[in-house]
């Protein structure tokens, strides 16, 4: 916590105070106002001080004495001043300007479209304060921050909504509800558009922030933004055909017209859809087009190629376009790997983080663009820098945090690339250090840093070869610990690395069968988080194949067989029950059957499965009841009778990269 | 006023080109086995050759008036701007000659030691500038500070740094460091001598004025850099590139004065 944040306002301030509240004059309070104005702006201790002594209250009480009828010049002070406010890190000084309303008063303001030009830019720039992150991440891009967008977190609950306690009973309110809950507020960002470049700006970061989900999405795209924001796109980009040069006007509009594009276009087909069919009545270009030619390398700012960049990203996640599309292939993942191998102190980590991510989010579930991804060493050998010594790339005075982002972003997406090919995994466990830094983030203190070692693990074990090298007892230990953490994603990741590992070629198997995983898994069986339960099923199922009849027995005696037929009769979910006959299936191995199917009775049995048959599961299901009431009726040829696994165990895989089909995972499972 | 500043403009405008022509005609030839038929290959040049590349740019009168025009406006010198506009027959239309004024009036202030007031225009102007950039809020404060020592009104300056600075020195070791070396001005009895003197100087007001005038070009989404600076940085950038593949050529030695080196 600050020194200054006990603050009182001193004497001079004091009196400051009192001249705008006992003074009614007109001139002495815009006077007072401007001065008020000043002590404020670019200093948090007086923010914090006065708003101890209730400040917030006065100028919410003065924005609606000025507001009926307006009096622009003053109102043009208050919302500087509120929106200096808006910009502070402290939460309840933010709650308070919540609760009064200040969001609601000045979207009433903003209805009067009598103002001057000035009146609107310095109420939208207030509005904006609002909305905006309060972290201003990137100090080094530039003097003036450009709030990058996250949308990791973008369609997450709303934990940053305020608890506002209004009687009678408390509910929670954010600045995008409070937007919404005003059905003129979308006609109004729409009409201020046209005002100037900097109502233009505030009107798209205050948009871009309010597609939190499909429906505000929905709701945006319903009031014809786009062909105004396609025209300022078109307005603001030259083409010098002489030089082949393409110039920007206005480079910060740009970014934000870009910023717009992807966040409306974030997991929304439909919106990605329309965008894609989209086309500029001025040029007859298409927005692809338009948004491509900025992927130009004579371009300068990384902000403009990171956001045209991400728009393809977006559209090609949406499935509207394919991932060896041009645009995604050649021009995004090229401009992304691009933007995270260039190095440069002056140039913001978090932009990198945000390069990273988003490369994350492409690659994970489109294995056929990873061999392009690394086709030079560029990316490889930048993550590695990234990971192993990110101060000698940005410098020893970052920030712990941001370090631990980039590190632990570098990790996950060497995890992603590491999670399908064979030739990339071995590329990248071959990497010196890698696996010893991999153990040391797993045994720091910060979550997500464990989550990216384990996320690496997980793709390694992927492999056959790695599973038989690479998982030594040192990540047996770590895998047997984190399966106890109390983190439930931290446990989900490792369940998955848990379920390749006790693979009967897996040299992590014994240990991890002596540290009690077996015990666990069973327990996980029951969870209420449906993957962590499949991934335990899918975990005993490969632990039982071609295992000791010891093995098999103890799982039974775990799952107990009564237990198994309440699930084969009861349970509803397909993928569970999927596993659950692969695990029967692996337990009857010829030569344990005679041993085990006894504890069955092999009547009952059978005829549970019949009724298996009668109900409307999917064709991968019966195709597995099939075989074992085949099994179960000519047992003295079980390998003729035996089906092929592959088509039964691609459906069943459940894991952090439920997009992936993983032939290498298919063929672990050939019987 | 055209001879006195068109020859060295040229000069450097020209040299950029050329030289970079040099560089990529050098780097194009060590990547690829195969000579580029319609770009001669220079290993080494004369003068003459140099002075014919340059010829052979052709860079029109009215470019580099609007290079001259664009220098003054950027630094906010409005009436050699306006006087040269009307020299050259240029239209200002496209200039906001008030954004200039203000800038221009701002960085009066900050030059005469006017902090106060500057910090007053700089809010009218671009609210958000110093809530955004804690660092120019801060030298900005600083210079006010250093103002207050000059005056020797030592407990105003004490008053002022406890209250207004004390919060920069605890987000950021830097600024701690600054603010100690400012306040260690008032242990000297002649501060403008102690090692510190530096931070007393008006140089110093000079820079503060220009870091501001750079922030408030960005703030309304112009260029914070003038082209010419823009493009002497690229030629002295370019030379450099040829001086490091030990290229023998003409060199830029005066870019003031436009002349080159006897090859």
Redesign the interface.
Known sequence: M???DDDLP?DEEEALLRRLTDNTEREERFRAL?EF??LI?????CKSAFFRVGTLDMLYNLLKEYSLPIDSDILIQIF?CI??FA?STNKNLTQRLIELGFIEQILLVLIDDQQSKLFYE?AL?CLRSFFLSKK?AN?YL????FILLCDQNKFEPKSSSIIIDKSPSSYKLSPVEILFSNSQSLDILHRLLSIS?STQISVLEILCCACVDNQRQQEIMGKDFIPMIMHLLIENIFYHKRIHLVTLA????IEVCLKFLCSISYENPSIAQQLYSTISSETNQSLCEIVASLLKKINRSMIISYYASKFFVNLCKTKVLSCDDPYVSHQSLASLIHLCAKSNQNQCIYLYIECLDTLIYLLNGNSSLHHTAIYTEQLLSQLFNYLFTPSKIFGE?LDETAIIQIRSSALTLLAVLSSHHEDIKKRIAEQENLITTAIECYRSSNLSLQIASLRLFHGLSRSVHQLRTTFNDTICDILLDAIKSSDLALVKIVSSVVSNSVLEFSICRTRLLSGGILDILLTFLTHSDQELSINSIWALRNLSYLSTLKIKQDILNGLTIERIYSLLEQCTDKQFLICLLSLLRNLFNEKDTEILLPMFNSTKLLSTLERLLKKNYPGEIHREVNFLIDYLHSNNHPTQKRLSSDSATSSCRSSLFPEYDCDEMDQLDCS | MHAHFAQPIQAAAAAAVAAAMAVSNTSSTSSTSEAHVSTPVHHTATKAEWMEAIEQQRLERSTLNRLIINYLVTEGFKEAAEKFAEEAGISLNNVDLTSLDERLRIREAIESGRIQDAINLINTKAPELLDQNRQLAFHLKQQHLIELIRSNLIDDALTYAQIHLAEFAEEEIKMRQELEKTMALLVFDKPLESPYGYLMQISHRQQVANEINSALLIYQNDESESDLSMLVRMATYMQDKLDQKQLRYPKLIDIAGGKLEDS
């Not at chain 1, 702006?41 to 201790?45: D, Q, T």
């Not at chain 1, 530039?142 to 921050?145: F, Q, Y």
């Open positions: 600050p020194a200054y001193t401007i104005k000043n702006l670019g200093s948090k201790r500087d929106s200096s910009k310095s720039r201003f100090p530039s003097p003036i921050p470049k206005n480079e910060y509009l005075n």
